[in-house]
């Protein structure tokens, strides 16, 4: 007998966000100790999406583990609720399946297969997968690939989804294509979302707000809110503008 299935992440109830303050993170190298962070400030309300920009090395991903309890901070406060990370590599089985990859979140929750399977199926659609469910990852374009990723990611029933620079092994086209889709997809299925990206683009078509951060050892240095209505234009005036702003908060000229 197949037993009912767990509750869809849907029904997830968020009321705690994100919270980190004044986060510091050192890492002890053959080379000595490498600073990563040093007071690191950000918050999340619950089903805000704040992107995260920054220089290389600054510690992005760090920031995202320690929020994803992958790493603890050496001192400072996270406050978070239960939280999966997305890395930038999609790290699909290549023996699996479309449908046995995403649905590896809901084993890992203690799921049969079979359980696992079922409870994934009907998602498979609006991911944009319907055909696909037994093709492998090798078959499969980049754009799809990440979105099995993300499906795996929401699948694990978190309330914060971690996104680590999701689309930067994507082209051009096939981004712009992926931000929509994400887009789409978090109105109609609403998270708490950290999203490190290192397109500063991105980062105003998708968060509600982007939090810029300095080089290494990395710390907030200049917030911008993006209270612009969604689906966004990249030729709007007033998302060009903000996207000027967090360029000059990185200090590169355009």
């Known amino acids: 007998m197949i037993e009912a299935p767990i509750e869809e992440p849907r029904e997830l109830d968020d009321r705690v966000g994100v919270r980190v303050e004044l986060v510091s993170r050192t890492f002890v190298t053959k080379r000595g100790p490498v600073q990563a962070l040093s007071g690191m400030s950000l918050r999340a309300a619950?089903?805000?999406?704040?992107?995260?920009?920054?220089?290389?090395?600054?510690?992005?991903?760090t920031l995202l583990e320690l929020i994803c309890g992958l790493q603890h901070a050496d001192s400072g406060t996270i406050v978070s609720a239960p939280a999966a990370l997305m890395p930038q590599r999609?790290?699909?089985?290549?023996?699996?399946?479309?449908?046995?990859?995403?649905?590896?979140?809901?084993?890992?929750?203690?799921?049969?297969?079979e359980q696992a399977r079922a409870t994934a199926a009907p998602w498979i659609e609006?991911?944009?997968?319907?055909?696909?469910?037994?093709?492998?990852?090798?078959?499969?374009?980049?754009?799809?690939?990440?979105r099995v990723s993300f499906l795996r990611s929401l699948l694990a029933g978190k309330a914060v989804l971690a996104l680590d620079e999701p689309f930067a092994s994507l082209d051009a086209i096939t981004r712009a294509e992926m931000?929509?889709?994400?887009?789409?997809?978090?109105?109609?299925?609403?998270?708490?979302?950290?999203?490190?990206?290192?397109?500063?683009?991105?980062?105003?078509?998708?968060?509600d707000r982007v939090v810029v951060m300095s080089a290494r050892p990395g710390r907030a240095i200049a917030e911008v809110e993006v209270s612009l209505e969604r689906p966004r234009r990249r030729t709007d005036p007033d998302?060009?503008?903000?996207?000027?702003?967090?360029?000059?908060?990185?200090?590169?000229?355009?």
């Open 46 to 61: 619950p089903h805000e999406i704040v992107a995260v920009v920054g220089p290389s090395g600054c510690g992005k991903t």
């Open 90 to 113: 999609d790290l699909l089985l290549p023996w699996l399946g479309t449908l046995d990859n995403a649905a590896l979140a809901l084993r890992a929750r203690g799921l049969s297969r």
């Open 126 to 146: 609006r991911f944009g997968l319907r055909g696909f469910e037994d093709s492998k990852p090798a078959s499969l374009s980049g754009g799809m690939r990440q």
């Open 179 to 207: 931000q929509g889709w994400l887009g789409h997809i978090l109105e109609t299925e609403p998270r708490t979302v950290v999203l490190v990206t290192h397109d500063v683009e991105e980062a105003v078509v998708l968060g």
């Open 239 to 254: 998302l060009i503008g903000l996207r000027e702003r967090v360029y000059e908060a990185l200090g590169v000229a355009q």
